[in-house]
């Protein structure tokens, strides 16, 4: 990825409804070349898609939390994520280094639909035990940048 790619990124990552003419102006190519960089970009994996930001609390999904997961015994990445996908809740997990074998973010409609969905986490037969933080507000939240 050179210098123009990562400017490509950037203006898409600003704004990925913007036309290859509009990218283009911003890092001096024409929209044919700015169309085949962007397809090389998808290509490479670079870039995975388009897709809209969307609020979750307007969508009525503005309660969180960040919760550690301790497994029984020995589980491997690919058992947790399997037991994880099927709770709606869950909209990403990661493996981490420390005490925990993963950490999971949970998003609900209020508390109680936060503590039914960690009821059902605790649930699941890897969980030896959790330790949850409940997110009172977001501080930052910011997307990748291509240029740092």
Same mark, same amino acid.
């Given at each position: 990825?050179?210098?123009?790619? +990562?400017?490509?990124?950037?203006?898409?990552?600003?704004?990925?409804?913007?036309?290859?003419?509009?990218?283009?102006?911003?890092?001096?190519?024409?929209?044919?070349?700015?169309?085949?960089?962007?397809?090389?970009?998808?290509?490479?994996?670079?870039?995975?898609?388009?897709?809209?930001?969307?609020?979750?609390?307007?969508?009525?999904?503005?309660?969180?939390?960040? @919760?550690?997961?301790?497994?029984?015994?020995?589980?491997?990445?690919?058992?947790?994520?399997?037991?994880?996908?099927?709770?709606?809740?869950?909209?990403?997990?990661?493996? @981490?280094?420390?005490?925990?074998?993963?950490?999971?973010?949970?998003?609900?409609?209020?508390?109680?639909?936060?503590?039914?969905?960690?009821?059902?986490?605790?649930?699941?037969?890897?969980?030896?035990?959790? @330790?949850?933080?409940?997110?009172?507000?977001?501080?930052?939240?910011?997307?990748?940048?291509? +240029?740092?």
């Amino acid at each position: 990825m050179n210098t123009i790619d +990562q400017r490509i990124v950037s203006c898409l990552v600003a704004n990925a409804r913007s036309s290859y003419a509009e990218i283009g102006k911003v890092v001096g190519l024409s929209a044919p070349a700015v169309k085949r960089r962007v397809d090389r970009l998808l290509e490479t994996g670079v870039l995975r898609g388009f897709t809209a930001v969307v609020d979750p609390e307007a969508l009525g999904w503005g309660t969180e939390a960040f @919760v550690e997961v301790h497994c029984q015994g020995n589980v491997t990445p690919a058992r947790i994520r399997a037991r994880l996908e099927p709770l709606p809740e869950v909209v990403a997990a990661y493996t @981490v280094s420390g005490s925990a074998d993963a950490i999971v973010h949970l998003r609900a409609a209020d508390i109680h639909h936060l503590e039914t969905a960690l009821e059902r986490l605790r649930g699941l037969e890897i969980i030896d035990r959790t @330790v949850s933080t409940v997110v009172l507000s977001r501080l930052l939240e910011r997307p990748p940048n291509p +240029q740092s």
